[in-house]
């Protein structure tokens, strides 16, 4: 597992910078599931034409995609869930309060975590 201390220190975006900031951006409007607007987090699920969705939509919703009615598969979007890795995200207790920003692979280990988790359910 890839090892990245970042959110040691105070959680803030002023680390990700000028072009990097705005590919961020960009990246993280791509990756929203199509079903309920999250964010995309690994294990992130295909359907036979492409469209990736959250774990939670995949298992809650029929056999059929619900962006195109293609069948679901359970293949893995692995490119899709490095990326997720390497992007920063905010916590997604954000709106209870917590004012963490971390990489992918930190944040969910994070919101396993969170002082904020007891205020709503991931
Ligand atoms: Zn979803
Ligand atoms: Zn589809
Ligand atoms: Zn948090």
Redesign the pocket.
Known sequence: MMTDSFCQGTPQMTFVSGSDKILNKKILDIIK??????F?RPPMFLCTEGHN??????RRNSSRCPECGAVKTENRSVQLEQIHNALFFRCFFSRFGCRMICRGIIIRLHESQCSFRMYGNL
């Open positions: 599931c199509p079903k309920c607007a999250y995309l969705y959250c774990e939670e939509c995949f």
